[in-house]
């Protein structure tokens, strides 16, 4: 999938979930999509023609990997480098 996922492990108040950019470097719009079972656009500071082109992929990419990264958000933040690798290495693709 072109473009940039951010995946976060737990940070300020809200929940799992996971931002997409177009690309990379500062000011880029983005969205966020929540890490659920049946994923959903949070937030959105894209183009409407952007996010209707790109969302649906990032929330079928959530869908099949919605456990792994529910986990990585929950207990990420302590996993060493390899660790890290061996998940980014394990999700599934769209």
């Known amino acids: 999938m072109p473009g940039v996922i951010m ?12 931002k997409y950019y177009l690309k990379t470097g500062p000011g ?13 656009v949070l937030a959105s500071s ?8 790109r969302a649906p992929l990032v929330i079928d990419w959530v869908k ?4 792994a990264l529910a986990r990585f958000w929950s207990v990420g933040a302590h ?8 998940f980014i290495a394990s999700l ?3």
């Open 92 to 94: 599934r693709k769209v």
């Open 7 to 18: 995946i976060s492990t737990a940070m300020g108040s809200h929940g799992p979930r996971v």
């Open 46 to 53: 894209m183009a409407a023609r952007d996010l209707n082109r």
């Open 79 to 86: 996993w060493m480098n390899d660790e890290v690798q061996t």
């Open 64 to 67: 099949l990997n919605h456990e």
């Open 28 to 40: 880029q719009s983005s969205f966020s999509v929540a890490v659920a079972s049946e994923p959903r």
